[in-house]
């Protein structure tokens, strides 16, 4: 997804250790070598937790079709549901004289989603991994994604965990290159066509997945279901364009997760609405020391 202090993770890690269980009771599994720092199993039904998420509003990025709005997220059934609607939604800061494309529309058709957190949970470095579920058609464009706490976009370093669009899975990162802007980007990019895994497990797309990042201080690697898609050397991502970080996957980032509509995504004519982004969890652990 294109997008314009201690970290929070190094702070839990100097806390008494985390329960492995959410506000419901549901337990995450531990993981040999790891240990758990921040997860939501969205069990208990309602709005997702307020302590783990925020929220973007209104139109953000990329031009897309959809208002984001915390509405379109709510829990049920034990899973995060990120709904696509097809309704029309007022702009309250419209401006026709305006040529910010955020402000010159007057209404959206569609709604939908993005949760962050930003400001709640941070982390440099381990295991972020999501279990999640979404129809692969055109028009639909979720993403499980990360960015820097400091510095603009491309600058904070994004990383794509799972990113869908027009029949093909993405495995990237991103950081900013010598251009005429700031917003001058460059890519590690990774792609994996959804029809191979349908050719090699029929029905795969109508069934839960496992999206992953392993993510040290060397490289970032990039899975889905265990197979490695993307796997990056960080000795090579130096910003072009930088104030206090030249590397920014050595610095802690944010979780997002969201559900864009058409752009890049693609034509929303013939898309079914509403539209559902299923997530079982999402989980994050650390290496643990070893000890001396």
Known sequence: MNT????????????????????????APSIPGYTLVWHDEFTAPGRPDPAKWGYQEGF????????????????ENGLLIIEGRRETV??????????????????AHYTSACLVTKGKFSCRYGRF??????????????AFWTLGVSE????????????????????????????????????????H?????????PGWSSRFH???????????RLYIDGRLINRTSLEGTLNARWEKVRN????????????????????LENLSFPQRYEVDYIRVYRKTKAKK
């Open 210 to 220: 496992v999206y992953r990042m392993d993510w040290d201080g060397k490289e970032v």
């Open 248 to 267: 920014p996957f050595r610095q802690p980032h944010y979780i997002l997760v969201n559900l864009a509509l058409g752009a890049t995504g693609g034509s």
């Open 152 to 191: 603009h976009w491309p600058s904070c370093g994004e990383i794509d965990i799972m990113e869908y669009y027009k029949g093909k899975f993405l495995a990237n990162l991103c950081w900013s290159k010598e251009g005429k802007n700031r917003w001058d980007s460059a890519w590690s990019t990774k792609t």
């Open 90 to 107: 007022k702009n309250p800061r419209f401006d026709p004289a305006s040529a910010d494309w955020r402000l010159n529309r007057p209404e």
């Open 4 to 27: 314009m202090s201690i970290s929070a993770c190094a702070a839990l890690l100097l806390a008494p250790a985390l329960p492995a269980a959410d506000a419901a009771g549901e337990s």
């Open 60 to 75: 953000v990025r990329n031009e897309e079709m959809q208002w984001y709005q915390r509405e379109n997220a709510f829990c």
């Open 193 to 201: 066509p959804v029809a191979e895994l349908e050719k090699e497990s």
């Open 129 to 142: 991994e999501m279990r999640a579920r979404f129809t692969p058609a055109e028009g639909m464009w979720p």
